[in-house]
């Protein structure tokens, strides 16, 4: 069976999933985020705005600007920091950028550091934005470590459109666990490795990671 498994970002790739005999080996791959996927897309949803944080009516034309207003908006009107934050995927704050989940992720893990400016390249972003960017992505790297105990770590930045990014607009920082096998895993192993946990557990695991690596 072919499938296309959206990536975010603009990562695509064709994923075939192998379905055994043996159906004490069969593996499912669970992508959860695709239904949502294809609920935003065909509704022309806002990009980045939660649909639990709609009552913000903005739209700025960016997913990460979009992410930032509408959560900000639902917390000034009196929602919890924590709520808005989980429905948005927002999972820490620091001073010039902030770190989300990524929608469509990867794998299980997958972040995105985001500076809170809108900026289109990597040369535009003032230096304590990127000293923090690296700061983050070693805290990433991590937090990452102790909840996902993955074999490596992809950390990447596509600028520009024919580079891959899909939001070309406002730069951001990938990272993401890996394990070995896992890019050909369909082919190479017998059993599937990774199952893509929810969004919502993501959350809550990389959310106390990072704050305990905070206070430690
Ligand atoms: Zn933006």
């Known amino acids: ?3 296309v498994w959206p990536l975010g970002d603009g990562w695509r790739r064709g994923v075939t999933i192998l379905e055994r005999t043996d159906s004490n080996c069969m593996d499912h791959l669970w992508t959860p985020w695709r239904y949502a996927y294809v609920t935003a897309a065909e509704t022309g949803t806002r990009a980045g705005v939660p649909h639990a944080l709609a009552a913000w009516a903005g739209d700025l034309g ?8 509408s959560i900000d908006f639902a917390i000034a009107g009196g929602m919890s920091a924590e709520n808005a934050e989980a429905a948005g995927g927002l999972v820490l704050r620091a ?6 989940l990524n929608a469509f992720p990867y794998t299980s893990g997958h972040v995105m550091i985001v500076p809170y400016t809108h900026l289109d390249h990597l040369a535009a972003l003032p230096a304590a934005t990127g000293h923090e960017m690296i700061e983050l992505a070693q805290l990433t790297e991590r937090a990452l470590d102790r909840v996902y105990m993955p074999h490596g770590f992809n950390f990447g930045m596509n600028v520009g459109q024919s580079a891959g990014a899909g939001v070309a607009g406002h730069i951001h920082l990938h990272a993401m666990p890996r394990w070995t096998g896992d ?23 990389l959310r106390a990671a990072f704050a305990a690596l905070k206070t430690s």
């Open 95 to 100: 001073v010039h950028c902030f770190i989300c």
């Open 62 to 69: 960016c997913v990460f600007c979009n992410l930032i207003a």
């Open 183 to 205: 890019t050909s895993f369909i082919t190479t192993v017998a059993e599937t490795r990774i199952l893509p946990e929810d969004l919502e557990a993501t959350w809550r695991r």
């Open 1 to 3: 069976m072919q499938a």
